[in-house]
Antibody, heavy 121, light 112 residues
């Protein structure tokens, strides 16, 4: 059974930093691209960042580019998101999601339960 | 802001059929990229509902169906049930500079 378990969320002041983790199990982690998707309170889904299976390709949404860094450790079956210079608008539940890629398509087939990040003074 | 537009809400009585539209542009759906759909039940994580425009993952009831035409896509729920009350999001690839993966604005389905 595929499982994705996020951790590391919490309350942080504006300008602060936080590192999210996602522990994966039930599949060959090193064979899949992985993603972070967030959802602000009462709002819709927003894709944040993606990393390919071997970390060769990394993408960010414009809203987090230059402030967030995605990484992975295939030996530990773990995905990370280092978030710096946090702003109030980064407040959201952050989901880890497995990616499936093909010609003309990319979707998220498994999701974690999410971890809440609150940026407030 | 999202580049895929959905109606904020749709509603229907149990047993009825409802449809949710997802309108994009020439940089995403209209460029031939596939559309995928997710269901988010209250207080839970999103779940993949439809992939590749019209394919259902194992375990998803055949009451859910998807289609795509031109710059738009649709999700249909037939035989609406109380447990279908949730938020639904479309998602596709976008070739513009803002980021490759985009979600729709989301639609709340209410079962009357």
């Amino acid at each position: 059974e595929v499982q994705l378990v996020e951790s590391g969320g919490g309350l942080v002041k504006p300008g602060g930093s936080l590192r999210l983790s996602c522990a994966a199990s039930g599949f060959t982690f090193s064979s899949y691209s992985m993603n972070w998707v967030r959802q602000a309170p009462g709002k819709g889904l927003e894709w944040v960042s993606s990393i390919s299976s071997s970390s060769s390709y990394i993408y960010y949404a414009d809203s987090v580019k230059g402030r967030f860094t995605i990484s992975r450790d295939n030996a530990k079956n773990s995905l990370y998101l280092q978030m710096n210079s946090l702003r109030a608008e980064d407040t959201a539940v952050y989901y880890c999601a497995r990616g499936r890629i093909g010609s003309g398509w990319y979707y998220f087939d498994y999701w974690g339960q999410g971890t809440l990040v609150t940026v407030s003074s | 802001q999202s580049v895929l537009t959905q109606p904020p809400s749709v509603s229907g009585a149990p047993g009825q059929r409802v449809t949710i539209s997802c309108t994009g542009s020439s940089s995403n759906i209209g460029a031939g990229y596939d559309v995928h759909w997710y269901q988010q039940l209250p207080g839970t994580a999103p779940k993949l509902l439809i992939y590749g425009n019209s394919n259902r993952p194992s375990g998803v009831p055949d009451r859910f169906s998807g289609s795509k035409s031109g710059t738009s896509a649709s999700l249909a729920i037939s035989g609406l049930q109380a447990e279908d009350e949730a938020d639904y999001y479309c998602q596709s690839y976008d070739s513009s500079l803002s980021g490759p993966y985009v979600f729709g604005t989301g639609t709340k389905v209410t079962v009357l």
